[in-house]
Nanobody, 117 residues
Framework: QVQLVESGGGLVQPGGSLRLSCAAS????????MRWYRQAPAKERELVAL???????NYADSVKGRFTISRDNAKNTVFLQMNSLKPGDTAVYFC???????????WGQGTQVTVSS
């Protein structure tokens, strides 16, 4: 079955960096786009970054220039490198395989990122 397992979250000071990983299994990873979302307390889940199967990327305006999404198809893993972190980046970050055709979407369990001094 499809599984997405995030890791790499934690507590970091403003201006710091974290690298999130999402290990995927149960499907042909290289043929799917992948996405990172985040959800802060009392806020709706928002799309942070996406990467196509071919490696094209797109970002939310709030993270452009600070976050980088990438993928390693040999390791079935998608990454989110987060630099210059701000308190406003505090949220639970989720890995997502989007819905394609009749195939449903899948979500990881999330990893907490807290940016605080």
């Amino acid at each position: 079955q499809v599984q997405l397992v995030e890791s790499g979250g934690g507590l970091v000071q403003p201006g710091g960096s974290l690298r999130l990983s999402c290990a995927a299994s149960g499907f042909t990873f290289s043929t799917y786009a992948m996405r990172w979302y985040r959800q802060a307390p009392a806020k709706e889940r928002e799309l942070v970054a996406l990467i196509s199967a071919g490696g094209s990327t797109n970002y939310a305006d709030s993270v452009k220039g600070r976050f980088t999404i990438s993928r390693d198809n040999a390791k079935n893993t998608v990454f989110l490198q987060m630099n210059s972190l701000k308190p406003g980046d505090t949220a639970v970050y989720f890995c997502n395989r989007p819905k394609v055709g009749l195939a449903r979407d899948y979500w990881g369990q999330g990893t907490q990122v807290t940016v605080s001094s």
